[in-house]
């Protein structure tokens, strides 16, 4: 079956850095996606990795990898704001067509 | 107005009533989704449009029912919803469906809640 973990909750302290993981088990794997949502908002897309590696976008990293079926979202200098939900989704092509598969979210909560 | 809109942002219906939800986009996107978020659950696709025809319907009890008139517009027409309805609807759009590498832009969804 298709299938994707991460932690349903986390607690960091602003400034530090966190790592929220994202491990899945997935046919067809065609790509990995982060987003944020804040409580009450829409999600937001911050990231796609469709090859192994670190990519980095400011404070924010993602990393992935294909043979161990992981991934890693790096928070570096936490700020409140970043207090949030961040959701994992694996895209499958299966049966000539894409599909989302999404984890059910890891809230992250930012303590002063 | 830039983004996805969806309205409203909040519904308190009864199990006998009669809503519609409403998601418009103007970004251009030819392509329009429905998803459920309930609590510590992942996302669950409900219909997907191309180009205003419906391409994908994941099973959804036949008392949502979906309308696309146009690729700006999409609705989800509620009838004798049931209280394990009571969840985020998100609507969201992208320029092609298939889940593109820039991902999805999400509209801030309606919460709906069924007595």
């Known amino acids: 079956g298709q299938n994707i973990d991460q932690p349903t909750e986390m607690t960091a302290t602003e400034g530090a850095i966190v790592q929220i993981n994202c491990t899945y088990q997935t046919s067809g794997f065609n790509g990995l996606f982060w987003y944020q949502q804040h409580a009450g908002e829409a999600p937001t897309f911050l990231s796609y990795n469709v090859l192994d590696g670190l990519e980095e976008k400011g404070r924010f990293s993602s990393f992935l990898s294909r043979s161990k079926g992981y991934s890693y979202l790096l928070l570096k200098e936490l700020q409140m704001k970043d207090s949030a939900s961040y959701l994992c989704a694996v895209r499958s092509y299966v049966d000539s067509n894409y599909q989302l598969i999404w984890g059910a979210g890891t809230k992250l909560i930012i303590k002063p | 107005e830039t983004g996805v809109t969806q309205t409203p942002r909040h519904l308190v219906m009864g199990m006998t009533n009669k809503k519609s939800l409403k998601c418009e986009q103007h970004?251009?996107?030819?392509?329009m989704y429905w998803y459920k978020q309930s609590a510590k659950k992942p996302l669950e696709l409900m219909f997907v449009?191309?180009?205003?025809?419906?391409?994908e319907n994941n099973s959804v009890p036949s008392r949502f029912s979906p309308e696309c008139p146009n690729s700006s517009h999409l609705f989800l027409h509620l009838h004798t919803l049931q209280p394990e309805d009571s969840a985020l609807y998100l609507c969201a759009s992208s320029q092609l469906t298939g889940a593109p590498n820039y991902g999805y832009t999400f509209g801030s969804g309606t919460r709906l809640t069924v007595v």
């Open positions: 970004l251009g996107h030819n392509a």
């Open positions: 449009y191309n180009f205003k025809e419906q391409t």
